[in-house]
């Protein structure tokens, strides 16, 4: 059982655009955390939420946390080629000993130059 | 940000035969560490979880007496592949995992890909 769903599964729009990637759940995560991967690579954390509600940035990406943990967005404004790759979010569910990472079932983006 | 390096990046074997993946955190101390496997276009699904000097935690349907794992210390942790068959064949991915702040963070290696013909 998938328990992060992603939305879009793939999504392919010209550079320039905007686009938002949703991961939506229905358990609740103490926090939660964003990767892009690229081919033949592992992911690369690009940021970590843990306040409900909260909304971080990183340059031409912003990340927000649902109010209720249970659900997060990735917003990228004026998309580049550079941000074509896989994007996965991740939640984590503290768990003393026994800490682990649920990945998103993935969204495979695409930038067109 | 801390780095982990696996290693190989990629191996081809003979079926049968053993593979030794190595997982090292190069910059911290890694409390637990993660061994993933990804199929083509899917996302990473967790094998086991294991902290050093401790057994480690297969989830439901992974094989331990195949998948076997050492967590040796702190900085190391081991996936060997044993009796590999085709069917093993995937992109295999540790990552590594210490306090910064109030979190825990979990490092990615750049994936070990396992060809078995």
């Known amino acids: 059982t998938q328990l992060l769903e992603q939305s879009p599964q793939f999504l392919s729009i010209q550079e320039g655009e905007n686009l938002t990637v949703y991961c939506n759940s229905s358990s609740v995560f103490s926090s939660l955390q964003w990767y892009r991967q690229e081919p033949g690579e592992g992911p690369v954390l690009l940021v970590t939420v843990v306040t409900g509600g909260e909304v971080k940035k990183l340059k031409r990406l912003t990340f927000q946390f649902g109010d209720a943990r249970k659900d997060s967005s990735l917003h990228i404004t004026a998309a580049q080629p550079g941000d074509t790759g896989l994007y996965l979010c991740a939640g984590e569910r503290r768990n003393f000993g026994n800490e682990k990472l649920t990945f998103g079932t993935g969204t495979r983006l695409t930038i067109i130059p | 940000g801390a780095v982990v390096s696996q290693h190989p990046s990629w191996v081809i074997c003979k079926s049968g035969t053993s593979v030794k993946i190595e997982c090292r955190s190069l910059?911290?101390?890694?409390?637990?560490m993660f061994w993933y496997r990804q199929f083509p276009k899917q996302s990473l699904m967790l094998m086991a979880t294991?902290?050093?000097?401790?057994?480690?935690?297969?989830e439901q349907g992974v094989e331990k007496d195949k998948f076997l794992i050492n967590h040796a210390s702190l900085t190391l942790s081991t996936l060997t592949v044993t009796s590999a068959h085709p069917e093993d064949s995937s992109f295999y991915i540790c990552?590594?995992?210490?306090?910064?702040?109030?979190?825990?963070?979990?490092?990615f290696g750049q994936g070990t890909r396992l060809t078995v013909v």
């Open positions: 294991s902290n050093e000097g401790s057994k480690a935690t297969y």
């Open positions: 910059d911290f101390q890694a409390t637990t």
């Open positions: 990552s590594a995992r210490g306090y910064r702040g109030i979190v825990t963070e979990a490092f």
